[in-house]
């Protein structure tokens, strides 16, 4: 049986396959015809446009890992004495064996990434209540601008972040028991830099106290946290 004429496009082995099976016998004249329509609309569509695939399981829990053990590796380094780079680029520091009772501080802003309050800039403690007597304060700036710690008595019946704000940004520092304010090392200076640690060492008699950064307007931003002394 010889093959119809059909003018129809497709793949020309898929054709001349179609046309073999018909002379065999294997198709009949109508199933060819309909196969070749098929083969002829296939070719005449334009080609799929590449869709993007999302990344595979495996390979989103390895990335996970990897940040995980990232943020391990950064936690790691907290111990007294040890070598504390809180952001990538910014100075190591290291922090020598401090006394007393010792107090994780950390200071962040926004644009250093979310803070841990939810506000433009945040202090946090770790712990917020201690024992009276020596205390030392580790203080970490993990945001991008250059910050500052300074501790301050609270009165009773005062909450924090209700102090009176200046024209100039900056709250009265009146009654200071101390600060951490110089890149890698201890108490008062220009400011801790992004990245770096500052620390001090106070003794504290039971109470609250508020551990503010009194740069212009870093208060007025949420830059303030209660510690309790028992």
Same mark, same amino acid.
């Given at each position: 049986m010889s093959a119809p004429r059909d003018g129809s496009g497709g793949s020309p082995r898929a054709v001349e396959i179609l046309r073999e099976r018909l002379a065999r016998g294997e198709?009949?004249?109508?199933?060819?015809?309909?196969?070749?329509? +098929?083969?002829? !609309? #296939?070719?005449?569509r334009p080609p799929a446009r590449p869709r993007w695939r999302s990344p595979s399981v495996p390979l989103v829990v390895a990335i996970t890992v990897l +940040?995980?053990? !990232? #943020?391990?590796?950064?936690?790691a380094a907290w111990p007294t004495g040890g070598f504390v780079e809180r952001i990538a680029g910014g100075p190591g520091c290291r922090v020598?064996?401090?006394?007393?009772?010792t107090v994780d501080v950390t200071l962040s802003d926004m644009m250093g990434g979310m803070t841990a309050t939810g506000a433009m800039m945040s202090v946090t403690l770790a712990p917020s209540v201690v024992p009276a007597g020596e205390v030392s304060l580790r203080v970490a700036n993990a945001g991008s601008l250059v910050h500052e710690l300074v501790v301050l008595p609270l009165p009773r019946g005062t909450g924090v972040g209700t102090r009176p704000v200046g024209a100039d940004g900056r709250v009265s520092e009146a009654g200071s028991l101390g600060e951490a304010s110089r890149t890698c090392g201890e108490g008062a200076g220009a400011g801790i830099s992004p990245g770096a640690v500052g620390w001090v060492t106070l003794r504290l008699a039971p109470g609250r106290y508020e551990l503010i950064c009194n740069f212009p307007w870093h208060y007025a931003m949420g830059m303030h946290a209660e510690l309790d002394v028992t």
């Open positions: 198709i009949g004249e109508q199933e060819y015809r309909e196969r070749l329509a +098929v083969l002829h !609309a #296939s070719s005449s +940040v995980a053990a !990232a #943020s391990l590796a950064v936690l020598p064996a401090l006394p007393g009772r």
